[in-house]
Nanobody, 114 residues
Framework: QVQFVESGGGLVQAGGSLRLSCAASGSILSINSIGWYRQAPGKQRERVAF???????NYADSVKGRFTISRDNAKNTVYLQMNSLKPEDTAVYYCNTLVSPGKWGQGTQVTVSE
């Protein structure tokens, strides 16, 4: 089963940008929909953005127009470009498949200050 390692998080001021990366341990070519989840303190994990095998994307309403997901199948990597960050985007961000998510990685912490 493919496992994921997330990176790229950090501390940023509101309005700033970050680019997250998700490196898979194996090929993601056969994975139809892969993307990002996040979990804020005291809240349930939620879906953020997903990308299909042929590039179709889906975003949570809260991030539409600000976040952009992309995938590089040759590098087995998925990216999340996050612009115009808000304090409510503060969370641990995880990468996984949309259908039947596998083992969760460590995630990467994103903290957005006022």
């Amino acid at each position: 089963q493919v496992q994921f390692v997330e990176s790229g998080g950090g501390l940023v001021q509101a309005g700033g940008s970050l680019r997250l990366s998700c490196a898979a341990s194996g090929s993601i070519l056969s994975i139809n929909s892969i993307g990002w989840y996040r979990q804020a303190p005291g809240k349930q994990r939620e879906r953020v953005a997903f990308i299909g095998r042929y590039g179709t994307t889906n975003y949570a309403d809260s991030v539409k127009g600000r976040f952009t997901i992309s995938r590089d199948n040759a590098k087995n990597t998925v990216y999340l470009q996050m612009n115009s960050l808000k304090p409510e985007d503060t969370a641990v961000y995880y990468c996984n498949t949309l259908v039947s998510p596998g083992k969760w990685g460590q995630g990467t912490q994103v903290t957005v200050s006022e």
